[in-house]
């Protein structure tokens, strides 16, 4: 009698292990960045923290450089549920959810402490959760800092702009703001963007100076000019489809975790990208200019009044945003 209690004992204990196993959730995150960028190390310590607090019941497994597809690609697998979650920015992002067309305009927020303050707080938490209806929901920002020119020339005013080849992301606001400042915004994908440089595909590109050191645009890119133009943020989000297949404790956990890495990864952002600098200068010879900011922002100011005309929550959300500026 005692054999057969072990037995059933221990088969029990091995339905409870299958169960377990089989009710496991692996979550798939696209991102186009190497797994030595910022942002993927943030999203790792999501990762690793929603399968500590779940007991394994959720994983996280994050595919760099992207392998399952482009950011826009990776945002339309998301919206039909094909992926559980990816990794874009708010200028990809505005051309599905038209709430993140603020974080494109040009000197939105008065200083990053401003933005900081504003992607924390609830208006971050509204403009995430407006993309739910069309099946992107946001769990949290990365920043990735402000974003400046680099090309092989300095750019210090909206006349250095001009008949320039301008690589921008594919965002109607991008487009516009190199239009107004003369120059000649030409989309191209991440991935190309280092060739599309040193074939003089393009002339120069905007970025945050770790596009320097990481995508080693310093190589093929000699001067960066500090007009600070842009912060926009990086976005994790997933599929209705998959939120919906978790419990509601493994929902908390996850968004909890997201919740952290932001913090986290906004304390550190500074620290990496100030190294950036700083390698791009020592190794890859790249010169850092500072610049008079107050003529780009006159050249770009029309683009508040036609966002806010063409959509009145934009209007809304720039209002908010510039009356929460300390």
Not at 19 to 42: C, K
Not at 84 to 91: G, I, K, L
Not at 92 to 111: H, K, Q, T
Not at 121 to 149: H, K, N, P, V, W
Request: hydrophobic residues 40%; glycine residues 6%; charged residues 20%.
């Amino acid at each position: 009698m005692k054999i057969a209690t072990r037995l059933t004992c221990g088969s029990a204990l091995a339905l409870v292990a299958m169960t377990a196993l089989a009710e496991a959730r692996t979550l798939r995150l696209n991102h186009n960045n190497p797994e030595d960028h910022p942002v993927h190390l943030s999203m790792q310590r999501m990762a690793d923290e929603v399968e500590e607090a779940t007991g394994g019941s959720v994983k996280i497994r994050i595919y760099a450089n992207g392998q399952l597809g482009s950011q826009r690609e990776s945002t339309e697998q998301v919206q039909n549920c094909s992926l559980d979650m990816a990794r874009s920015n708010a200028a990809e992002l505005e051309a599905f959810v038209p709430s993140y067309a603020v974080f494109n305009l040009p000197y939105m927020f008065a200083s990053e402490e401003h933005f900081d303050q504003v992607i924390a707080g609830d208006l971050g938490r509204q403009i995430l959760d407006s993309g739910i209806e069309q099946g992107i929901r946001g769990l949290a920002y990365y920043t990735e800092g402000a974003r400046s020119f680099y090309a092989n020339k300095p750019i210090l005013s909206p006349d250095d702009l001009k008949g320039v080849k301008m690589r921008v992301q594919p965002s109607p606001s991008a487009v516009r703001m190199i239009e107004l400042l003369g120059g000649n915004p030409t989309p191209i994908g991440w991935g190309e963007l280092y060739s599309a440089l040193q074939q003089g595909v393009v002339d120069g590109a905007e970025n945050n100076p770790t596009a320097l050191t990481t995508a080693r645009h310093g190589e093929v890119a000699k001067h960066f000019s500090m007009d600070e133009h842009t912060l926009i943020p990086s976005v994790v989000f997933m599929s209705n489809c998959a939120w919906e297949e978790l419990t509601p404790d493994e929902q908390t956990a996850l968004t909890t975790a997201a919740r952290n890495s932001m913090i986290s990864h906004g304390e550190e952002w500074k620290i990496a990208s100030d190294k950036a600098i700083e390698d791009a200068q020592s190794e890859m010879g790249v010169e850092i200019h500072q610049v008079d900011k107050a003529p780009f922002i006159e050249a770009v100011q029309p683009m508040y009044d036609e966002a806010a005309s063409a959509n009145p929550e934009i209007g809304t959300l720039i209002e908010q945003i510039r009356a929460s500026a300390p």
